[in-house]
């Protein structure tokens, strides 16, 4: 059983209007059982300079697949050093991935959706749930106008997937460019893969840069033609 209901969320929601208000909600109620889920797009570098600013403890993890770009390693040393803080990284089972690769190959998720999906939950979805299961709350940089699967999200939500924690979504309201706006003007390192077309950030062989007019997540899994692209972590606005 979470610490909240929706129904208690669903007032408190009604008197947050900006994205330092909900984290300053999250801070007071949730802390230090919170963590901000990090890749260090747009929305993550924000969130995460708006989160120090507000409270120096403030934990961050990231998803190690072991598939990762470069770019990203070097966005983590640089919040590392920026904000004086040790990011917390959570590996996937050795022995789950030893097996996958033993059975199906390196690069198993370009052979089928079913395979695509084993590798998330192995790299990704697996140690997400491990770590969501220490928390009573979980920040995300999710946007209701990133992708018809993301719109209709709240800034204080309960996860059901999750142990009923609070999934806290400070930018939901937020347009890109007003994101961008915020990390420029702050000057916040955010991941460089960013300046070369890549809006979503992931695993180095499932990511690519996307073309003007393109939908801002077909550079995840580009080789797959299903437009409901995720990898398990925010299933719950999926369906
Ligand atoms: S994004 Fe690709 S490499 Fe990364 S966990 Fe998913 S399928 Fe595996």
């Not at 969320?9 to 230090?32: G, R, Y």
């Not at 702050?186 to 460089?192: D, E, F």
Request: aromatic share 8%; hydrophobic share 30%; with cysteine.
């Amino acid at each position: 059983m979470g610490k909240f209901t929706q129904q208690e969320l669903d007032e408190v929601n009604k008197t947050l209007s900006t994205p330092e208000d909900c984290l300053k909600w999250a801070f007071d109620n949730l802390h230090p059982k919170l963590a901000k889920a990090s890749s260090f797009g747009a929305e993550d570098a924000a969130i995460i300079d708006m989160m120090f600013k507000i409270n120096s403890d403030s934990r961050l993890f990231t998803l190690e697949t072991g598939r990762l770009p470069k770019e990203t390693f070097d966005a983590i040393e640089q919040v590392e050093q920026r904000y004086n803080t040790k990011i917390e990284k959570l590996y996937p089972d050795p022995n789950e991935v030893e097996k996958m690769i033993e059975e199906k190959g390196l690069n198993c998720f370009y052979d089928s959706i079913e395979n695509r999906k084993l590798c998330c939950g192995i790299r990704k979805v697996h140690p997400m749930n491990k770590m969501l299961a220490t928390l009573d709350g979980w920040i995300t940089g999710l946007r209701n106008d990133q992708n018809q699967n993301r719109s209709g999200a709240s800034m204080l939500e309960i996860d059901e997937m999750h142990g009923n924690i609070v999934k806290v979504n400070p930018l939901v309201n937020w347009t890109f460019d007003e994101t961008w706006d915020y990390v420029k003007s702050n000057n916040c390192p955010y991941n460089k893969l960013l300046d070369q077309g890549y809006p979503s950030i992931g695993c180095e062989p499932c990511t690519r840069p996307i073309k003007i007019g393109e939908d801002i997540r077909a550079g995840r899994w580009w080789w797959e033609n299903d437009t409901n692209k995720e990898c398990g972590l925010h299933m719950n606005h999926d369906n």
